[in-house]
């Protein structure tokens, strides 16, 4: 899911740089791909936070902790967002990002929220 995430960051960087090069009138095409980018980009949210939510099920369950999956979740909180809010507004000189950069806090506010409900689990669950 990073390497997706990576990924899929670093070409609507390069996608918008490209569009950005060309002369105006043949940028639709490129902005058509860039939305399309981006809806990926959505999904590979929508990812993080249901593994998330699934993750926080198990370790209310069982106590059982990932750290593999809260390192994943904490690279998004504290650098990936900001690298793929980067990249959005960016993309923005094209395409209407309004919603995707709505979702990305959203996301945010999710997975932290997620992160310290975990984190007051395993408290409890050390004593």
């Given at each position: ?11 609507v ?53 990932s ?32 919603d ?28």
């Open positions: 899911m990073l390497d997706e995430h990576r990924q899929l960051v670093q070409r960087t390069e996608t918008v740089n490209r569009a950005l090069s060309l002369p105006e009138g043949q940028r639709e095409e490129t902005s058509e791909g860039l939305r399309e980018l981006l809806d990926n980009l959505h999904s590979v949210r929508e990812g993080l936070l249901k593994a998330g939510k699934d993750y926080l099920m198990v370790v209310t369950c069982c106590l059982e902790r750290e593999d999956l809260e390192a994943l979740i904490s690279y998004y909180v504290m650098a990936g967002q900001r690298i793929e809010q980067e990249a959005i507004m960016k993309a923005g000189r094209l395409v209407a990002v309004g995707d950069l709505k979702h990305v806090k959203e996301t945010v506010s999710g997975l932290q929220e997620l992160l310290i409900q975990v984190s007051s689990l395993r408290g409890r669950s050390s004593r």
